[in-house]
C-alpha cells in the first residue's frame, strides 16, 4: 500500500523558515528519485525539488538557494528546510517519487498536502 504523508506546513511572515516532512511507504521511497512538488488553487502542480537516493539534489529556479531538501533512507522520510519564505511560496506542498516513477506510479497516489501560506 501505498503512503505519502506530508506535514509541517503552517503560517508564517515573509522572511521566516518552516521546515516540512514526508513520510513514505517503502514501495514509492526506496531506490527513486524523490521530489517536493507544490500547487495553489486554479494553477498547475509544480516541482520545487528533487533528491536522488545518494542524496544529489536539484532545485527549480524559484526555490534555489532558500530551500534545501534532504533524506533519510533509513527512515523512508525524506524534508524539505524553507527559508527566506515569501508570499509567492503560499501553496499545498506534496511529496512524491520523480521521472519514470511518478508517470507510472505515483501519479495515483498523491498524499493530502500540507499547507504552507506566507503572509504579514
Known amino acids: 500500500q501505498v503512503q505519502l504523508v506530508e506535514s509541517g506546513g503552517g503560517s508564517v511572515q515573509p522572511g521566516g523558515s518552516l521546515r516540512l516532512s514526508c513520510a513514505a511507504s517503502?514501495?514509492?521511497?526506496?531506490?527513486?528519485?524523490m521530489g517536493w512538488y507544490r500547487q495553489t488553487p486554479g494553477k498547475e502542480r509544480e516541482w520545487v525539488a528533487g533528491?536522488?537516493?545518494?542524496?544529489?539534489?536539484n532545485y527549480a529556479d524559484s526555490v534555489k538557494g532558500r530551500f534545501t531538501i534532504s533524506r533519510d533512507n533509513a527512515k523512508n522520510t525524506m524534508y524539505l528546510r524553507m527559508n527566506s519564505l515569501n508570499p509567492g511560496d503560499t501553496a499545498a506542498y506534496y511529496c512524491?517519487?520523480?521521472?519514470?516513477?511518478?508517470?507510472?506510479?505515483?501519479?495515483?497516489?498523491w498524499g493530502k498536502g500540507t499547507l504552507v501560506t506566507v503572509s504579514s
Open positions: 512524491n517519487c520523480m521521472h519514470s516513477c511518478l508517470r507510472n506510479y505515483g501519479m495515483n497516489h
Open positions: 517503502d514501495s514509492i521511497f526506496n531506490g527513486n528519485t
Open positions: 533528491i536522488t537516493t545518494g542524496g544529489g539534489t
